[in-house]
């Protein structure tokens, strides 16, 4: 079998090049024989020293060969971790055929020589410190609690960042980039998330920044699915083999299930641990979650955690009141504040009536003293509706509120006293017309449990609203659209860790014997026709 060619041509059981006249239609494939000897560093010294390239060619085979047989492999990384300074950035393409090598399910004896090799490599090479992660990386896909590798995999990344403190942005940009793509199987995906928190636990000063890549991944996938489908799926047996949008209900159910778990834990820990998660995840929040749209789950981590100490839950209301009341934050963030705002105070059952009246008399004080600069003259025009987008966002804070605690208020009078104090018939009779431009659902919630409360009485303003003749040029049909992301909480293995904390109760007056369709028809009946521009605005 052996080949003038070349005296490496021993050790291949079968090789294209020692077939004449055959065409190359495919990669070369290579099999290594076990029992040849192979002087390994004698070919990288005389390729090195430019005496002879064939033998160095022949042994980049490897990289076509990711499975070479052990014998053989441990015969190459033992002469290898015995000459180490031999592979300078001339030889990468060497280096390279073996980091490319599967070496996760070898024997023990190959195992330890190959763990050698990595580690004394970039230790004596710092060259090739961004390939050796990326391939470490590139493991994590397998689950941490059951296979071995990844320990190894940990035990490697955890060594680079104490030999090479400068390797921590190549190593956190590889987890980063290392993500499986989104329409993966749900087992990898959740194995890399289960593989980045145990990377956290020894490496903390990376934890935030493991979060973020986290919480960014299951925006995503909250995104994929539209609340629809979710809405449809809830209290039935999904199929989770027959749709691409099933699989991300999976892949992020069980995320969820791990963040939950990981909060819980983080939750149970000593104060400073858990005062110092809170803030790490809350820097997720707001960096991502916040100005995200169309998401449904994620932002209930943060309301897990807001529920474990009061502290937590009022620090998390007053950052959210003070991104809203900053006005050179971008309307978006503020009005996103608003939001979350609105449904935190609504839905949270932790949160006692107390701290949701305080916090609607601040937002109340605050509708009133932008009224009275409109009133002063000091405002922008009454009509320039879309620059009174952030007006319009308080209003619906106290509005969802009042309709989402209609049960608490129901028959409390010291809360009603509170409740009326705050003037809320001013807001809905002012000339920016509230229930007008604020979302059509809300505004019917809120004039029903008002009314029920005997705080206010919208429906005749709404009446006048729906009756009102305006111009069609003048006609501004901007409406206050708004999403409450903490209306109901549909994935099914991750629900349990949230079900008890959120208020399970119709939104505004659940009485039977209540009709608002019924009410609004004879009000209309009964209203004379409302006609003029100036009419709409003045009264």
Known sequence: M???????SSILKSSALNVPNKKLTQPLQVRFDSLVTIDVVSILKDYIEGRNDVKYSQLLNLKNDPNVNDAFLLLILQQINNAISLLVPKVEQFVYALLNISWTTRPPAVLDEYLSFVQTLVSAHTYYCKPVVKML???????????????????????????IPLSQRIVLDCLNDGFPYIGSGCAEQVNYVRNLLVFAEYHVNARSYILNIITGRMIKLDSRVPIEDLLKSFGLTINLDTSVNNQAVQTLDEMMKV???????????????????????????????????????????????CSTKPVLYETYIERLWTMFQNPSSPLNIRKSSADYLASFLGKAAFVPMKVVNFCLERV???????????????????????????????????????????????????LLTELQ???????????????????????????????????????????????????????????????????????????????TLVIDKPIGRDD?????????EELLSESPRVGGFMHHFLG
């Open 2 to 8: 052996a080949s003038s060619y070349s005296p490496l």
């Open 137 to 163: 990386v590139s493991n994590l896909t397998l689950n941490p609690d059951t296979e071995l590798a990844t320990r190894h995999v940990h035990d490697l990344l955890r060594r680079i960042l104490e030999l």
């Open 259 to 305: 963040m939950f778990e990981l909060c819980k834990a983080k939750c149970q820990s000593e104060w400073d641990v858990h005062r110092s998660f809170y803030y790490d995840m809350y820097s997720a929040f707001e960096s991502l979650i916040l100005p995200a749209v169309g998401i449904h789950h994620v932002h209930y981590l943060m309301f897990y955690i």
């Open 364 to 414: 109340c004080k605050w509708i009133h003293a932008y009224l009275d600069r409109q009133v002063k003259g000091e405002g922008v025009a009454v009509f320039k509706i879309r620059a009174h987008a952030a007006f319009y966002a308080a209003c619906h804070i106290p509005f969802y509120v009042v309709a989402a605690r209609h049960h608490d208020y129901l028959g409390n009078k010291k």
């Open 421 to 499: 104090a705050l003037d809320l018939t001013r807001i809905v009779s002012s000339s920016l017309n509230p229930l007008r431009y604020c979302h059509a659902t809300t505004v019917r919630q809120f004039a029903e449990s008002a009314s029920h409360l005997q705080v206010v009485f919208c429906h005749t303003i709404m009446i006048r609203n729906q009756r009102v003749c305006l111009p069609e040029a003048a006609t501004d049909t901007f409406v206050m659209e708004t999403e409450y992301p903490f209306e109901k909480y549909l994935l099914h293995m991750s629900m349990n860790f949230v079900s």
């Open 512 to 520: 039977s014997l209540y009709d608002s369709d019924q009410v609004m």
